[in-house]
């Protein structure tokens, strides 16, 4: 036993050469550049150069004022709108559908990959699909609509304060279902098999098995999934940009947190930057995601406990 | 052994990494003699136009190669914030025109180019689209925009109609277009910026015209004053008359509708005439440049300069880049850019071949208004330009009243002032 | 096992009607790759009346597929390699050595997890300059890679505390050292996690459009999206072109997919279980 511990401290110093590579490009090309963006929140800006350093007068500009604090009240709603939309078109269809494959069924493989499909495409792919999809005069959704008569139902879907943001998370789900319900299938595949044959033997009908065993035993995975859709809600941008641009139209009625700041940050085609103000949103989006995260580390913490 | 092995692999594989990083920069000195420049523009869709244009003066200078790099327009402004700051990338680049212009020059990044040869070629009014604070000119403006309806001749000419050539001759049209079944007018709704260039085109009668501009730049009048009202007003009444759901159409597929003719006529910049024509050649298209005032006989055009090009300072080649501004200047550039791009050229003296272009030309040198919202509402962040147009988006949509939409703009009008007038105190503190 | 009829059909038919949502747009993109511009506008629904490449042959000729999809593959390879190999490495560090600082480099790490990169872009750029790395593949290897590594090295660490020790610990006794104990030992039993870490990070680098867009500045080092975003610019209404290049951006991707489906998805269950 001694002589192989002292061979291994004589070559421990090598051992930190595990960690290092990791360290130094996260630290150098994504930590440091984070903090770099938080500062700038700190500074008054003229055009793209740091100017003064005015502590928290970005935040309380932003706070205060006419018409950023409307702004981002508005875009902070639909964040929050946009998280409980997705938990429903999101997550739990996603976990429906896994809780069919998982089921007895014919042709499992041929569905799980036909859901996990549309993650394969690129957003740029995606937005530019189902721009054309929901598009009020020649759009496939409403040209199906007339065609089985229901007309009463087409819409100028992206056109609309109130089906803009909708159709833009129905598309965003469409893309991120297959995922969620493969993280799901996992969590049932490693439910013991035993614990269900008991249960029929006690003559549990599938409704009390599903309640009462299958529900309870992939909480852990559902509890995840859910915050880990607060954290995505939240950090959403690529969907609402695609499709609605950078000023989340029609009428600001898709405007989220990250557009909101894209607009400050990088300007639009004729509005000039406010890389401050933008910061300050950027800042306030750290610390309500980090908030989240800190949740998700308790609850790894508490499964860890209870294995 | 394998320790080491792997050990070798991990520091070939980093020194790799690290020894290859040098060699891709993007400065690119060629191996020939001559100068590369490196000219960045937004302008995706003139890729093979400019590249004419480019080849006549390489022509003439062989000592020096211009890289036309267009990009998306939507991120351009990025791009090209994050090229300046950084200092490497471009010798010449295009510029927003009034203030995007203005922003860039004021935090000299920009070259002035009051002396080169031949700027008087273009008239003192075009450039002061690409002044800085100071007066000094930073770029060469290229084109002038002109916002027009374009309408279909061959459908005016089914349903017995002439083109309109006042707000009320408009609305007689359009109810008649519309009891044939024909959609009067398309608008891409859900790109805002079409709708302040909407209100540009078709309310100037509205609102007075030159008269109210001149109030607004004394000071005499603001976004709230009744005439803004009237242009409103106009702005609703179109509502009838446009494609349904047209806040879901992207200008792409309006101009679809138009050139599918389905729509009988389409309201956008003279820059889009190619795009149609292109679109569908055998399309008939007319275009009325603007509606007339009372008592007038030309009627009253809305234009102004676009995008224009500047040198970026501490660039190395800036002698280079400067010769390529006087060709830009140059009525040889600006007819190769007329006739190349069925564009009006900011250059004196051009004359277009192309009847439309030139029908476009005359009206606006007979009788001309500039782009209200974007000459004197493009400050501050958000712009009040951009306040504008999202709030016709809401005004459309039932969201605020005209009242309200008026007085967010002129709030923001104000507050992007103030904005203005710190950044210019702090830039004298330095 | 009884299995209720009823429920049956119950489920077949939810089944198939998400086969059809999911599938249906993606069959309208491959189908309207096909159809003539007035086609796509006139009868969105229909089939084409026409099967021709004609569309492929005009994108392939103004775009230079070839190479952004050479581009693509260099990228996505060496991101999806370098973030396995030191994150790997990292996550057995965290997990195995008791160092006093770890519990502060795991936090350091998290930071990454929890905080949008998108909003740090303009220092990013900043510093891809100072090292003179804008404008290349090596710009976008290195974010992707740093983006990459805290959810890799959150699951690895996570992965390597459910693996016994024992194993590790035997092989000690047999003289391993380090190296040989994580390369011999570790490596083979920890397929799953490099499986999921893998494809999350490969779909994500393969279909980004954001860093591309500021940071490549020369078409012949275009990725694939940022090379679909040009020609969205330059055909704006020409549909029929558009969809064939969407299909054509689209088609690498399922390929590989349809392959090797099976692979995929049982490595994706599998990691996720761990």
Known sequence: MTKIKRKNRYKKHLVHLFILPAALLYGVFQLYPLISAALNSFYSFNGFERVDFIGFQNFITLFTEKPYKDFFLNAFSHNWIYFFVTVITQLIISLILALIIHSKIKGKEFFKSMFFLPKLLSVIVIGFLFSLILNPTRGALNTLLEAIGLEAFTRPWLGDMSTALLSVIFVDSWASIGFSMLIFLAGLQAIDKEIFEAARIDGANSFTVLFRITIPMIGPALMIMTVLTFIGSFETFEYVFAMQGSSGGPYYS???????FYRLAFGTVDGGQAIGLGSAVAVVLF????????IILFVFKRKDFER | MKEKLLLGMFFILFSGVAAGCGNGDSSGNSNEDAVELEMYSWRTEDRSAYEEIIAAFEEENPDIKIKFNPFEATEYNTILTNALVSGTGPDIVQLRPYTGARTIADNGYLVALDDIEGIDNIDESYLEAAQGSDGNTYGIPLSLNIGLIYYNIDIFNEYGLEPPETWDDFIEVSQELKKNGVTPLSVGGREAWLLSMLHGVITPTAYGGNDFVSDVTEGKADLTDPRMMESLDRMEELTEYIADGFLALDDADSQALFYTEEAAMYVNGDFQLEVLENSNPDLSIGVIPGFKEEGSDDPLVMNWVDGSYGVVEGTEHEEEALKFMEFMASPEFGQLFTDNLSRVSAVEGVTASHDTVKQIMEASEANSTPYLMLVEYGLGSPSTKGIFEDGLQGMYLGEITKEELLEQSQENAERAAEEGVEELEMIEED | MKTNPLLQIIKYAVLALFTFVFGYPIFLMIVSSFKENAEIFTNPLSLPTSFNLDNYIEVWEVVNFSNYIVNSLIVSSSAVFIVLFVSSLAGYYLSRYRFKWN??????????????????VIPLYMTMLKLGLVDTL????????????????????????????????????????????????????????????????????????????????????????????????????????????????????IIAF?????????????????
């Open chain 3, 103 to 120: 519990p502060y480099l795991l936090g350091f790490f998290m930071i990454g997890l929890m905080l949008p990169m998108k909003l740090a």
């Open chain 1, 287 to 294: 610390i309500i995601i980090g908030m989240a995260t800190s």
């Open chain 3, 258 to 274: 349809l392959f090797a489906s099976r692979q995929f998805m049982d490595s994706l269950t599998e990691g996720a279980v761990k």
């Open chain 1, 254 to 260: 898709t405007d989220v947190l990250t557009t909101f």
């Open chain 3, 138 to 253: 090596f710009a976008l290897i290195f974010i992707y890679v740093a983006g990459g590594i805290p959810f890799a090295v959150f699951l690895f660490y996570g992965f390597f505390r459910t693996v016994p020790r024992a194993l590790e610990d035997s092989a000690r006794l047999d003289g391993c050292n380090d190296f040989q104990v994580y390369y011999r030992i570790v490596l083979p039993i920890m397929k799953p996690a490099i499986s999921i870490v893998g494809i999350v990070n490969l779909i994500n680098v393969w279909n980004d459009f954001f860093y591309p867009l500021i940071f490549i500045r020369t078409d012949s080092l275009s990725t694939i999206p940022l090379g679909m975003l040009t020609l969205f610019g330059e055909y704006d209404t020409q549909w029929n072109l558009l969809f064939a290049g969407l299909t054509l951006s689209s088609l690498p991707m």
